[in-house]
């Protein structure tokens, strides 16, 4: 968490995850490069980049959209969504470095503007076959470009949470784009087997992971219903110390904790990026996010100062060993007693 | 429950707790192999690579007489040539970036020059991008050739620019260099017929229209596309030359 905005706020977790980051992407372009110029002597430095970059590129947003579906299924890999942007930054830098090229390559030094040339010089825009496969790059790497530049927390806070969620999840069409400009590129007129067969792959492990996470959420997100007002949540035995149950009531998703002998229930969305609360622990007294570890106080959802976030809380009971909620959101950073679990009384 | 059960990142913390911490090792050296296998097996197909040369950033001087027409070439005696070989080699003659040398060639037509620039070669079949100042130096007179006529035939292949297929770009063909190919005949770069026999075997013809003149602006909608091209065959020195007009080119 921070108060104040720095380019980055390093730390030692981010060095290390950085410094792997960059040992990925120079393995990957000293392959590409290396076994590329020795296989093809004939390829010139132009093609080695451009395809090195592009590919890199491409392969780096597989690594980045596999991370949040594996994080879901295998919490122990949550440290790679935690300095997530950081590999979106990276992989957007090798994607422009792709255009960039491309454009000077195909392009600069003819008798049109570079990026009309662009536009209007290659194929029919009516045409499935040979629509111009560039624009869909284009297209990408603008949408790879506005969620680069708003990357930063400056943006998150400014923009708000659902907005800027709203726009990061536009990397999908911009997957989307990118599927279709390889399709229609570089597989379309050459015989490449087993590329298009890790292409093929790579779309389908994506569906894949997306299906079985939202396959263990559904079980979560079973509307639970009010008896009298109270939703049950579980038996108090079944949750951990320190951890939460997940309940989707009244259309809202809450997470339930159990600590020190209480329980406390607080909305499930986190209000930095929207994390599930409910998969994190109470750390330090307070609950925190398992995205970026944000924290919130139990009893009122309210971040420890100086930090100024809060979020919905709710009342819970504890009877006869079993933990009800009330759906019925109360105002962020409402202070509400937590439910003692040896008395089983109502908070 | 066992303690590790209950690990928890917090990506501020100085250290991440030990089972985390090797789950996550573990995933980041499969990914590091997985990136790297990757890379090996995506290079490997990378089979579009033609063994043609641009010589960039060695500009050699050569003598022979100017043809601009059709297209800018010199014609350069072949010393070693014996038998049925041509006694002449033709240059293609081009310009610095995505441009013909029509306008630099044509107060030398006819003429014995001396010319500095680099050397694009593909398939016995030289092309020479000028240097970018005092390119050509008269230096007498010389003789021109007479195309020889070889009849009517068909041809199926694809229209590209000779610049890049012959060695400025590598891969010069196919969708992928589509745009650059229209740029650089819409600039001047003559255009050429590559033609794929069932061997692998690649020619190339010049395109040209039924009066010998450029066809530039008009093979542009075609370019990059499977075409078949009935016409005259002509020789000149070492080039195929192909005479039909681009309006009787069949899109395949």
């Not at chain 1, 950085?18 to 296989?39: E, S, T």
């Not at chain 2, 039924?210 to 078949?228: D, T, W, Y």
Request: aromatic fraction near 10%; proline fraction near 6%; hydrophobic fraction near 50%.
């Amino acid at each position: 968490m921070s108060l104040a905005y720095q380019a980055v706020g390093w730390n030692r977790q981010k060095k290390v995850y950085d410094g792997w980051l960059a040992v990925g992407i120079l393995l990957y372009l000293a392959v590409f490069m290396v076994l590329g110029a020795v296989l093809f002597p004939s390829i010139t430095a132009e093609t080695l980049l451009i395809r090195g970059f592009g590919t890199a590129s491409f392969v780096l947003l597989h690594v980045i959209l596999y991370i949040g579906p594996a994080a879901r299924l295998f919490p122990r890999l949550l440290p790679l969504l935690y300095n997530r942007r950081h590999m979106g930054v990276s992989m957007f830098v090798l994607g422009l470095a792709h255009g960039v090229l491309a454009l000077i390559q195909y392009h600069v030094g003819g008798d049109q503007f570079p990026l009309v040339s662009l536009l209007t010089s290659n194929g029919d825009y009516a045409s499935v076959v040979n629509f111009p496969f560039q624009l869909l790059g284009f297209l990408a790497l603008g949408i790879l470009f506005l969620m680069a530049a708003t990357s930063h927390d400056f943006w998150l806070a400014n923009l708000t949470a659902p907005v800027w969620k709203a726009l990061h999840m536009l990397v999908y069409v911009a997957y989307a784009l990118l599927v279709a400009h390889v399709a229609l590129g570089y597989l379309q007129n050459h015989a490449a087997p087993v590329t298009t067969a890790l292409l093929g792959l790579g779309v389908l492990g994506l569906f894949g992971l997306h299906a079985a996470a939202a396959l263990r959420e559904g079980a979560t997100d079973k509307e639970a219903e009010a008896d009298n007002g109270w939703v049950y949540v579980a038996r108090v035995d079944e949750i951990l110390e320190n951890r939460a149950r997940m309940i989707c009531a009244a259309g809202e998703r809450i997470a339930v904790f159990k600590y020190e002998g209480k329980v406390s229930a607080v909305s499930n969305v986190c209000q930095h990026q929207n994390g599930p609360l409910g998969e994190g622990k109470i750390v330090d007294g307070c609950i925190t996010c398992p995205w970026h570890g944000y924290q919130y106080r139990p009893k009122d959802g309210a971040s420890p100062p100086p930090f100024t976030e809060k979020i919905p809380t709710f009342r819970a009971k504890v009877t006869e060993g079993k933990i009800y909620v009330d759906p019925k959101p109360l105002p962020p950073g409402t202070e509400v007693e937590p439910a003692l679990i040896q008395g089983e009384g109502v908070a | 429950m066992k303690q590790d059960q209950d690990e928890f990142y917090v990506g501020y913390q100085p250290k991440a707790p030990a089972g985390i911490a090797g789950a996550v090792r573990g995933t980041v050296v499969l990914l590091l192999l997985l990136g790297a296998v990757a890379a090996f097996l995506i290079v490997r197909e990378q089979k579009d690579i033609a063994a043609a040369l641009f010589e960039f950033g060695v500009v050699r001087e050569f003598e022979g007489v100017i043809a601009a027409k059709p297209y800018p070439m010199l014609r350069v005696a072949r010393p070693d040539a014996a038998g049925d070989a041509e006694a002449f080699s033709r240059y293609l003659l081009v310009a610095p970036f995505k441009f013909g040398a029509d306008p630099i060639v044509a107060p030398f037509d006819g003429k014995k020059v001396s010319l500095k620039g680099t050397l694009i070669y593909r398939d016995n079949k030289t092309m020479i991008e000028l240097a970018a100042e005092d390119a050509l130096r008269e230096i007498g007179g010389g003789v021109g050739d007479k195309p020889v006529s070889f009849g009517e035939v068909t041809l199926k292949g694809e229209i590209v620019d000779s610049k890049c297929f012959l060695g400025v770009m590598n891969p010069g063909e196919l969708k992928t260099h589509k745009a650059c190919a229209v740029r650089c005949i819409s600039g001047g770069i003559p255009p050429v017929l590559v033609v794929r026999d069932g061997e692998g075997t690649v020619k190339t013809f010049l395109l040209v229209d039924r009066n010998q003149g450029q066809v530039n602006q008009a093979v542009l909608p075609m370019v990059a596309e499977p075409v078949a091209v009935t016409g005259e065959l002509v020789r000149l020195d070492d080039w195929w030359m192909l005479k039909a007009d681009p309006e009787s080119y069949k899109l395949l």
